[in-house]
C-alpha cells in the first residue's frame, strides 16, 4: 500500500534551518508529484511548495520562495524540504502529500513532522 | 495568489440537518481545480471532493460539491455524527495552490 513516512520532530533555534524527509513506497515514485503543506497547532493548511520526482522541477508558493527548497533522490524514493532563516512562526507540522495524476489533489499524506522554533 | 476565503468560520447544526459551506475566490478559479478536505483532529486531511463536483473514492453521496468562477459550495445533505469536523477547500491557479482557512462544523 501506499506510504509516506517522514522524519521525526525537530526542534530549532531562530536563524538556522531545518531539513525533513518523506520517504514514499507502494507505488512508482516518479510518477506522482509530491507536495509540502504545513499547519501550525491549531491552525489552517499552508502550502509551501510541489516537486516532480520525475524531473526534480519545482514549485515554491511565494510566501516561502528564497527560503524554501525542495529535492527529490530517486535511488532512495525520498523528497526532502529544507526551510531556513527559521522564525518562531514557522513552528508547525510539515506534511509531505501526494497528488493524484491528472488532477490536484491530495490522495495520501504523510504523518507530518513537527518543527518547532523556540530560543 | 489567489485568495480563498471560506464562510462561516464556524457552523453549529444538529446530526440529521442540511450543511452548506461557502468558498469565494479572489479570482476565478478553474472547476477542474477546486478541491474540498474534511480534517478531524488528529488526522490528516481526507479527500471528499475534486473538480468542484466529482465525489472522491469512498465518499458517501450525502457529500456535494458545485460552483464555478470565484463561488463554491460544499453541501452535506444530512449530518451523520463522523461528519463534524473541520472542512478545507483548495484552489490551482496562477502557479500557486491556495487553501481556505477552514470552517469548523460542530454540533448545535
Known amino acids: 500500500q501506499v506510504q509516506l513516512v517522514q522524519s521525526g520532530a525537530e526542534v530549532k533555534k531562530p536563524g538556522t534551518s531545518v531539513k525533513a524527509s518523506c520517504k514514499a513506497s507502494?507505488?512508482?515514485?516518479?510518477?506522482?508529484?509530491i507536495h509540502w503543506v504545513r499547519q501550525a497547532p491549531g491552525q489552517g493548511l499552508e502550502w509551501v511548495g510541489i516537486?516532480?520526482?520525475?524531473?526534480?522541477?519545482?514549485l515554491y508558493a511565494p510566501k516561502f520562495q528564497g527560503r524554501v527548497t525542495v529535492t527529490s533522490d530517486t535511488s532512495t524514493n525520498s523528497v526532502y524540504m529544507e526551510l531556513g532563516s527559521l522564525r518562531s512562526d514557522d513552528t508547525a507540522f510539515y506534511y509531505c502529500?501526494?497528488?493524484?495524476?491528472?488532477?490536484?489533489?491530495?490522495?495520501?499524506w504523510g504523518q507530518g513532522t513537527l518543527v518547532t522554533v523556540s530560543s | 495568489e489567489i485568495v480563498l476565503t471560506q464562510s462561516p468560520g464556524t457552523l453549529s447544526l444538529s446530526p440529521g440537518e442540511r450543511a452548506t459551506l461557502s468558498c469565494r475566490a479572489s479570482q476565478n478559479v478553474n472547476s477542474h481545480n477546486l478541491v474540498w478536505y474534511q480534517q478531524k483532529p488528529g488526522q490528516t486531511p481526507r479527500v471528499l471532493i475534486h473538480?468542484?463536483?466529482s465525489r472522491a473514492t469512498g465518499i458517501p453521496d450525502r457529500f456535494s460539491g458545485s460552483g464555478s468562477g470565484t463561488d463554491f459550495t460544499l453541501t452535506i445533505s444530512r449530518l451523520e455524527p463522523e461528519d463534524f469536523a473541520v472542512y478545507y477547500c483548495?484552489?490551482?491557479?496562477?502557479?500557486?495552490?491556495?487553501f481556505g482557512q477552514g470552517t469548523k462544523l460542530e454540533t448545535k
Open positions: 516537486i516532480s520526482p520525475s524531473n526534480g522541477a519545482t
Open positions: 473538480a468542484t463536483s
Open positions: 483548495h484552489q490551482f491557479g496562477g502557479s500557486s495552490h491556495t
Open positions: 507502494g507505488y512508482t515514485f516518479t510518477s506522482y508529484n
Open positions: 502529500a501526494r497528488e493524484f495524476p491528472g488532477s490536484i489533489y491530495f490522495d495520501s
